[in-house]
C-alpha cells in the first residue's frame, strides 16, 4: 500500500479556497485498484467504480454496447430487482449515477459516509450477477435508441460531428460514434451484452475510487470484505486499440440540414492527450485552447474575429486532454449575419497563420495560467471532482504520481511550449473541417 | 451434384467467337464447395482454390494479414520446403499465382490437364500442414513493407485512395487499405499469421474450381481424395462485416505531393454490389458506368469534357460489380493545362447536371449494350477467366445459378433502370471527392 500525501498549490495572487487531500492506493490480490481520496469536509462519501472499458473497445459490428450495458447494468442480479439498485440509494438519501466514455465505463453513488458498506456490497453483487431478461434487454434497446433519437438524429450538430469523427479517425475506433451507429444498436441482443459483461466487467479491470468522509484503512477493509472474494478475469488481455496511420490529407465534411439554424465551421485535428510520465504536450494544449479560444474578450480568435472583424457571433477553441490513446483539438466559427462559411473559414485560418507569426502575448499568458490554476482547485470543490480526477487518468493509462504532477505540469508550460505544440497539432493534414449549413444556404456559400 | 448448362448468348449483330460449357458443381462432405468448367479448347487445366477470407475480414489492428498469409502460403509445409511449390508447378510446365481481395484469397496453377492430380496434393497439403519459421515471416514482412511502399508510398495517387476509401466507409473495413495500414504490417508477426491460417483455411470455406480440359466425374473423384479427408473448421461463423450507417454528408480530401505530375480530381461514391438473385441494380451501374466514362469519344464525361469543352484531358468512370458487401462508383477528370480542379470538378458536376436532365441517348445505350455482350464473351476466352468468374462469384455471396443468370441481367437493363440507379447513387452526401495536387498548386486552385 503506498500512501500519498496531494497538497495543492496556493501560491494565488488572489486567495482561493483549497484544501489537502490525502490519497491512499493500492491494489487488492484479485487486481482491482483501490484509490482513496480523504475530504473531510462534509459527511458525505463518493463511491465510484470505474471499469477501464468503453466505446473503444467494442467489438466490430457492435458499437454502443459499452453505454448500451451501462444501461442494464441498473437492471436485476441475483439478488435485487430490476430499479432496486437506485432505489436503494435514493431510500438511504443518497444519488447515483453512470456514464460510458469511449475508455471507461463508470458507477458511482454519493451517500453518506456510513452507507458505503452498503454500496460496495452492492456493486460487488452487479460486477458478478447481473441477470438480463430479454424483455428488459428490449425495453432497454428502445431507450438507448431514442437517447440516440434525441441527442444525434435531432440534431444536426451532433450529427455533423459523428461525421467529422468518422473523417478524421482513418483507423482507430474513436471514429465510431460512442452512443453507437443506428443499424447496429437496433441490432444488440441480450447475449452481445452478457458476453461484453462477461470479458471485461472483473475485479482485475475495475479501479474503486472513493472520495470523502473516510479513512483509508476503513475503506480497504470494507473493500477487500466485498470485491476482495470476486474472482480475477483471468483471460483479460491488455487493451490494444487499433492505431492512426499516419494522415496525408485534409478532409472535409458539409452537413446540409434542414434545422439548420446557426450554420457554422469547425476544424480537429488528432492531438496527443496526457501520457503517463510525459504530459507535458497535453498540457501546453490545454494553454492553446485557451489562448486561440477560452475567452471572447481576451482570446485570440474571439478579439480578432467577434470584437475587430465584427464577422464571428461567436468563436471557440476545445480541447480534452484525457483520453487513453488519442484527443482532439478543436476549433470552431459561428459566422455574423450575411458572412458565408467561406469567409468564416478565410478568417479562421488567416488568423491562425498571425498567430504562428506574432506569438502569445506574455500577459495573456499569465493571466490564462492564473485562470488555469484556478480551475484546477474548483474541480477540487466536491468529492466527486476529485474521485472523477482519479477514476479518468487510472483509466486512461496514467497513474496516481500522474495526476499529482498534472497541476505542476501545467504551471510549468511556456509560451515557447506552447508554440510547438501548436506548430506540431495545426497541421491541414492532421485535420477535418466541417460545415453545417441550411439547404438554402449552399447555393450562396458552397462553389 | 447438380450439372447445369452454361450456353452463352449467341444474338449476335456481329460474329463473336463463342462456345458453350458445361459446369457442375458439388458440395464435398466436409463443406468445400467445388465446380467444374469444361473448356476443352486446349488441353490445360486452371486449377483454383478459392478461400473465403480476405482484407475485409481482419481482426482489428491486424491490416494486411491476409495478403500477408498470401505471401507465407508460399514458403514450407509438412513435405514441401519453401519454394518448392511454385518450382514444383514450373518443373511440371505450369505457371502459378495467387491474389488477395476484400472478399477473397485465391490459388491457382495453370498446368497441362494431366497435372491436376498432382496440383491438389500440393494445395491440400498448404491447406493443412503449413510451417511458417520466424526468419520466413520476418523475411517476407520485408517484402510486403516494400510491396506498400512501391505501390502506395511512392504513389501519391494510391495514397489520395487510400484517404478517400478511409473518409467515405465510416464503418466498414472497405475503407481499410487491403495491403495493411504501414505500423500495422510492421507489426504482423507468425502467431497473427498461423492464427489467420487456422480460424479461416479450411475446406468448409472454402470454393475449388477446375476449368478446362477435363470431365466432371474426374475432377470430383481427385478432389475427394485430395481434398475430402481434410477436416472442417467446425468453429467458422458466417461472414458478418460492419455495415455503412446511413450517409449524412459529402466529404473531401485533399492530397498534395511534391511528387504530383498530372493532377485530377475525381470522386467515389457508395454503390451496390451484384446481390445473389437482385443482380439487377449492379448490372444497370454497369451500364451507368459505360454510358458516363466508357469510352472518351462517345461516353457522356468525355465528349463534354474533352472534346466539346476541352477542359479534360481524360475523364472517366470505374465501377466493380463483384464485391460481397458494397462497392464504389467512380468518376474522374484529369483537367487540361491551366483548368484548375475547382473549374473541373464544376464541370463535372455541370455535366452529371446535364445527364439527369437530358437522359440516355438511345443509340449510344445500344452500342455500349454490344460491347458489355462482347466484353462478356471474351472475359470467357481463357479457362483462367471462367474460372475467375465463378471463384470470385461464390466467394462474394453468389451462386453458380447468379453467374449463369448475369449476362442476361445485363442484357435486359434499359435506359430508365440506369437512371434511376444514377439518382439513387449518385447523391452528394454518399460520396467522396478528392483532389490530387502540387504544392505550387496549392495557392491558384484551392481558396
Not at 442480479?77 to 432496486?84: A, Q, V
Not at 480537429?268 to 498540457?283: G, K, L, M, T, V
Not at 490554476?373 to 487510472?394: P, V
Request: charged share 25%; hydrophobic share 40%.
Amino acid at each position: 500500500m503506498k500512501r500519498l500525501i496531494f497538497a495543492c498549490l496556493m501560491t494565488f495572487a488572489t486567495a482561493l479556497p483549497s484544501f489537502s487531500q490525502e490519497v491512499t492506493n493500492t491494489v487488492l490480490d484479485n487486481g482491482m485498484e483501490v484509490v482513496v481520496i480523504e475530504d473531510h469536509r462534509a459527511p458525505v462519501v463518493v463511491h465510484m467504480v470505474w471499469y477501464k472499458i468503453g466505446g473503444a473497445d467494442e467489438p466490430l459490428g457492435k458499437s454502443g454496447i459499452a453505454h448500451f450495458l451501462e444501461h442494464l447494468m441498473f437492471k436485476a442480479t441475483d439478488d435485487m430487482e430490476s430499479g432496486e439498485f437506485s432505489e436503494v440509494v435514493a431510500e438511504n438519501g443518497g444519488s447515483d449515477n453512470a456514464f460510458t466514455s469511449y475508455d471507461a465505463t463508470a458507477y458511482f453513488q454519493r451517500v453518506a459516509s456510513d452507507r458505503l458498506g452498503l454500496m460496495m456490497s452492492m456493486e460487488a453483487e452487479r460486477m458478478t450477477d447481473l441477470l438480463l431478461t430479454e424483455d428488459h434487454v428490449a425495453t432497454e434497446r428502445d431507450v438507448i435508441l431514442e437517447e440516440r433519437a434525441q441527442r444525434v438524429e435531432n440534431r444536426p450538430g451532433a450529427l455533423l460531428n459523428e461525421q467529422m469523427s468518422a473523417a478524421l479517425f482513418m483507423n482507430h475506433p474513436y471514429g465510431i460514434p460512442l452512443i453507437g451507429w443506428q443499424h447496429e444498436m437496433e441490432g444488440l441482443t441480450r447475449e452481445d451484452a452478457l458476453s461484453f459483461y462477461r470479458d471485461f466487467y472483473a475485479p482485475n479491470n475495475a479501479v474503486l475510487v472513493v472520495a470523502g468522509d473516510v479513512e483509508p484503512d476503513d475503506v480497504i477493509a470494507l473493500a477487500k470484505e466485498h470485491y476482495g472474494p470476486i474472482d480475477a478475469n483471468e483471460r483479460l488481455s491488455p487493451r490494444a486499440r487499433p492505431l492512426e496511420p499516419v494522415p496525408r490529407a485534409p478532409r472535409r465534411v458539409t452537413l446540409t440540414d434542414e434545422r439548420v439554424g446557426t450554420p457554422y465551421v469547425m476544424r480537429n485535428y488528432i492531438a496527443p492527450a496526457r501520457r503517463s510520465e510525459d504530459q507535458s504536450e497535453a498540457a501546453a494544449l490545454v494553454f492553446l485552447s485557451e489562448i486561440l479560444g477560452g475567452s471572447s474578450a481576451t482570446s485570440v480568435l474571439g478579439q480578432a474575429l467577434e470584437f475587430d472583424q465584427k464577422i464571428a457571433v461567436s468563436t471557440w477553441a476545445g480541447y480534452s486532454a484525457d483520453m487513453l490513446d488519442l484527443s482532439q483539438f478543436s476549433l470552431g466559427v459561428v459566422p455574423a449575419q450575411d458572412v458565408t462559411l467561406e469567409a468564416a473559414e478565410a478568417a479562421l485560418d488567416a488568423e491562425i497563420a498571425r498567430f504562428f507569426e506574432t506569438g502569445i502575448d506574455p500577459e495573456q499568458f499569465e493571466r490564462i495560467k492564473t485562470r488555469i490554476r484556478a480551475n484546477d482547485i474548483y474541480a477540487q470543490d466536491s468529492a466527486r471532482g476529485l474521485g472523477n480526477r482519479y477514476g479518468r487518468a487510472l483509466t486512461t493509462g496514467l497513474t496516481v504520481a500522474d495526476v499529482e504532477a498534472w497541476p505542476d505540469v501545467l504551471q510549468s508550460v511556456t509560451p515557447e511550449d506552447v508554440m510547438t505544440v501548436a506548430r506540431k497539432v495545426l497541421q491541414p493534414t492532421h485535420s477535418v473541417t466541417g460545415w453545417l449549413m441550411a439547404p438554402d444556404m449552399a447555393e450562396e456559400t458552397v462553389q
